[in-house]
């Protein structure tokens, strides 16, 4: 037992050191929409609105090609545990670029054809939805760039190269920062072009992380060993089908539980402005504690890539489950602090005191739905390590869609229950999600335990 707790720790400290400045990437990736926010609030409501509205609507479109994207890390990682060649795996990453660049394209034209049906649903007023069009058809031209960061970051991942996703995300986060303010108020001779000018930053700003990331490829031992620039011209081949095979799935999980929280959130705007305004509180702050089990949960397809890659199927489990474990100790931290400290929460988000009661009583809903977060981003991390990414979309689906969101709008609105109906849906669909992903990395970590044990009682051949 105690050999198993210092495998345990051992393998915590190095998943932490992999997880460590993923958290900050990814809080600088969150910070960036906040940063657009506060810029949008001092130019009006009306202008605040056509950003939030713009931006949920872009999400809802990224995650799906972010999804894709992510199954660069645990390829790369199986590669590089078993030992395949720096060139070998620089070829496959020159010609994964092309499939970024194709769905970069395909992601520009979807945001410039359903810009304006999309925005015609929400039934936005006369001033807010030409800026809305506006913010939105700007931020379409970062879509190229975007798919280029997320293929270039998931592969620097896949070898453990972890910090350029941080010097990248810090980055884009200042120019964004600085091109809002040149381009949303008109400073330095710039014209003012309000929220439109808020998407041109962002396009900017992912344009300047392309380039970090470009230069890090050329500059990191580790990475210039690839010969990504040098390699040749880059080409598709039957092997790039793989990134589609495992991507597609991830892209659709991802898709599920974000469609899921933007669902309901336009739900809770059928109960007032205070319900929403208290809403965006907790949610909000979960969603900045989730970045850490996201964060953990990527560090962990990476360890439990390279340990699959390199056969060592004992390791693989191992480290899986230790990933798992990290991901539940920061959700009962976190959850501690939302059910007993909701009041500080609260007071830095907002002083109206009408809003007080009903925050508090959505982040103790926050603090329920936080431990099963963390355990199905951390588990979904270990599954994607392992390529299983077929399984874990048919339980993510029917966990959200045929779970969550039935039971939110059963409770709130068949039954009367109200805003905290649609919480409750929110509880059910991670709580099913985090037991199936769950379980199906235990079951199959024990099968690699397994065959494990078998090759070592086999022993060498005579």
Request: proline share 4%.
């Amino acid at each position: 037992m105690s050999l198993v707790l210092a495998d345990v720790r051992i393998e915590a400290r190095a998943n932490l050191r992999l997880a460590l400045p993923l958290i900050a990437a990814q809080l600088s990736f969150v910070s960036a929409g906040t940063v657009d926010a506060i810029f949008a609030g001092r130019l009006g409501a009306n202008e605040l609105a056509a950003v939030a509205v713009g931006a949920n609507a872009w999400f809802m479109v990224l995650v799906m090609f972010m999804g894709v994207a992510m199954a660069i890390s645990p390829i790369v990682a199986h590669r590089v545990g078993a030992k395949h060649g720096p060139e070998t795996i620089g070829h496959f990453l020159r010609g994964a670029l092309i499939m970024a660049v194709a769905l970069g394209l395909i992601w520009t034209l979807l945001m410039r054809w359903a810009t304006e049906p999309l925005l015609n649903l929400l039934s936005l007023d006369d001033r807010t939805f030409p800026m809305a069009r506006d913010y939105l058809h700007a931020l379409s031209w970062a879509s190229l760039p975007f798919s280029l960061c997320f293929f270039l970051r998931n592969g620097a991942e896949g070898f453990g190269q972890i910090r350029v996703a941080l010097t990248a995300g810090i980055t884009g986060l200042i120019v964004n920062a600085g091109f809002d303010w040149l381009l949303m108020y008109g400073h330095w001779g710039f014209p003012a072009l309000g929220p439109e000018g808020c998407g041109w930053a962002t396009t900017i700003a992912a344009w300047a992380m392309v380039g970090v990331f470009l230069l890090s490829y050329q500059r990191s031992p580790v990475l210039r060993s690839l010969n990504m620039p040098r390699g040749g011209w880059p080409r598709l081949q039957r092997q790039h089908l793989e990134i589609l095979r495992l991507g597609m799935p991830i892209a659709a999980m991802l898709t599920a539980e974000a469609w899921l929280f933007c669902i309901g959130s336009l739900l809770m705007a059928r109960f007032g402005a205070e319900a929403i305004a208290a809403h965006q509180i907790a949610i909000n702050f979960a969603a900045l504690c989730f970045m850490v089990p996201t964060a953990i949960g990527m560090a962990t397809t990476v360890r439990v890539g390279q340990a699959s890659g390199a056969g060592d199927l004992g390791a693989a489990e191992l480290r899986g489950r230790t990933g798992i474990l990290l991901g539940v100790c920061f959700a009962l931290c976190s959850a501690a602090f939302m059910a007993f400290a909701p009041g500080l929460i609260v007071a830095v988000y907002t002083d109206v005191e009408r809003l007080a009661a009903p925050a508090t009583a959505f982040l103790a809903f926050a603090a329920v739905f936080q431990i099963f977060d963390c355990v199905q981003a951390t588990s979904n991390g270990a599954l994607r390590g392992i390529k299983d990414s077929l399984v874990p979309m048919i339980i993510t689906l029917l966990a959200y869609w045929c779970g969550g969101l039935p039971v939110a709008i059963g409770l709130a609105f068949w039954l009367d229950i109200g805003p905290t109906g649609i919480w409750w849906g929110f509880i059910i669909g991670l709580g099913l999600a985090a037991i199936g992903l769950s379980t199906r990395f235990l079951l199959r970590g024990r099968g690699l335990a397994q065959q494990a044990l078998l090759a070592q009682d086999s022993g060498p051949e005579i």
